[in-house]
């Protein structure tokens, strides 16, 4: 289907849409009755204790599955687009991509300040960008979690819940095709023996063509990329039965030709720029491998809850400069739980928990290609590490009065990092590294119920994120730790249901304080992670959701951030950054907008018609805050037919500006700036089908 036909049928559906939400002349339209008044209420899994959104005492927000579809998110790295206080930035490739949130982006691509989890799994950071098939909701949890779950999370968590099989048979396929990709989504899950055991199976299919070309030489569609991912899942959980058991097996695999990089004054929106470092074809192949088996098991209104999990991710990487820089992680952990279950009324409730993991790194350096510069290539080497991680977290909550609840957690974690390294040639360089760090971080809060629809609640956490060895290690500095990373965090929200519950609003106010910040640091001719100093952030943030008819519903949310370094001290020949706006911080952004349902006379099946912007504010791609992205905002239109309930069909267009925005960039000195840009206008079509 060609680019022109695709804008005709978005321009008609934008009509139709215009005249469907004005009811202007020969809209002879009867909106659909509503099926509920108010707005569905909403449960937290991810606080461990299934609370509801709006009495949880802490900052979360969350989207349900039929919401991700509605906004056409089929991937975590599209998220943004419904979690303003989420921060999501593309960085060479799809494996790099950072989350932040509340100012505590992390500079250190292997320990990241936010964390992933997908059914109670903690994902590796190369595998935070994954696919999100047959998704119940994601929940964004803010702030510190460590009390909650296994794997520290210093900045926040992104909880996502997939749908479990059951005695309802059921299946899915979607497919979606734009001017820019193509993707199919399958999945079928039911019964295998009723009543005992369940299963289900999902597929995952993208290609990108690609739109950047080589001005020199006229090559074109060069960014080129194709992602892959199937997984299977057997359920056993006998009726009348306390036992609930899942066995989930899955493999990925992402192939592509992106990290190719443009001029940072964008003049040709699909050329890229050369250096003379450029050597040969970039390319990059992820292929991840997880097993994982979850236990829960109810015992008189307590949860028994184990979660054991294995994974492989391997990365095949070739940059433009002839480096091919292979790594491979395996990663092992195990969860033990105990929680109350809510279907008994206690005075106390509570989680607590112990948790393992192992993280077993090897990264080779070599070359694909001959003449690779020696600055860039000083010989053949290999990197070999080992992170081991134990803790044991909880927290109880007492309701002392039918208002007030009294909140206090506590984390203790040990963590010890190991490096083996070694580098053949002639600038031949070895040594090990071996360093065991501690931890102790509690939180408390407090929550008021002022009024059957108002909740008030503060707090103070802690987060920590572990010191350890440059994995990445190019000179003899990478011998050298770098001590662990403390943050303390303070806050006060509300929550709020008005209107007959039509009416639903969240927010914070929260300031932190990071101390031994870890920061990319100038040591030779390469940068590596050290200790600087301190940072401080300071932000609020608000959500709210109206449902104004029963055919129209509004949805608006903001967070503003100030996040700063203090106190920097870096090594010797490092500028002073006192005072700089730590990087891949936005202070502003912004998201709103509606959805419209109505049915047109004598027409089949309802029509949806959404419509959404997106600002987002400045933000620095380096510490010195030499390298920016201005402000800008993103406008994105669709309009679904829900034909019936097996079938829907969406046009829709992002990105409706075509605005051109950095999404990534850096110098190299006299060879020049560069940089990476996010999507330009897609235009699309999308059909759903359901059994």
Known sequence: MGVRTLRGLLLASGTLGAMGATGGPGSAMAAEPAEVGQLAPVVVTGTKLDANGQTADNATSVASGTRLQAAGVARTDELGKLFPELTVTPRSSRAYTLFGMRGTPSSDFYNPAVTVYVDGVPQDMAYFTQPLPEVEQVEVLRGPQGTLYGRSAQGGVINIVTKKPNNSFGAQASVDVNNLTRRTDLSVRGPLVKDLLYGDVSAYFDDRPGTLKNPATGADQLDSGREALGRARLRWTPRDSDLDATLSVSRGRYRSHEEYFQAYDLKDRHAIASSPLDLTEPS???????????????????????????????????????????????????????????????????????????????????????????????????????????????????????????????????????????????????????????????????????????????????????????????????????????LRNVEVGFKADLLGKRLRLDGALFHSRTSDLQAQVVSGLFQMLSNVGDARATGVELNGTYLATPDLTLRAGGAWTTSKIYSYNAPQGNPDLTGKRVPYVVPLSLRASGEYRFRPQGMEGRLRWNIGVTFSGDMWFDAANTLRQPAYALLDTSLSWDINKHLTVVGYVDNLTDRAERTYAFSLGTFGTFAQYGQGRTIGLRLQARL
């Open 284 to 486: 990059l192949t992820r292929t991840v491998t997880q097993a994982a088996l979850s236990v829960d098991y109810y015992l008189q209104g307590w949860k028994l809850s184990s979660i054991s999990a294995y994974q492989d991710r391997r990365l095949e990487r070739v940059l433009t400069t002839g480096n091919a820089d292979p790594e491979n992680q395996k990663t092992v952990s195990q969860e033990l739980r105990v929680a109350t279950s809510n279907d008994v009324k206690r005075p106390v409730d509570g989680v607590f928990g112990l948790y393992y993991e192992k993280q077993a790194f090897e990264r080779d350096r070599g070359i694909a290609v001959p003449n690779v510069p020696a600055f860039l290539f000083p010989g053949p080497s290999q990197s070999v590490s080992n992170l081991r991680s134990m803790a044991a977290f909880g927290e109880g909550v007492w309701h002392a009065t039918d208002r007030l609840d009294l909140t206090a957690g506590l984390r203790y974690g040990i963590d010890n990092a190991d490096i083996r390294y070694n580098r053949t040639g002639a600038a031949a360089l070895s040594f090990t590294g071996d360093k065991t760090f501690r931890s102790l971080t509690p939180k408390v809060s407090v929550g008021y119920q002022v009024a059957p629809g108002w909740r008030v609640y503060g707090l103070y956490s802690e987060g920590y994120k572990a010191g350890g060895f440059n994995r990445i290690a190019d000179n003899s500095a990478g011998s050298l730790p770098y001590n662990a990373e403390k």
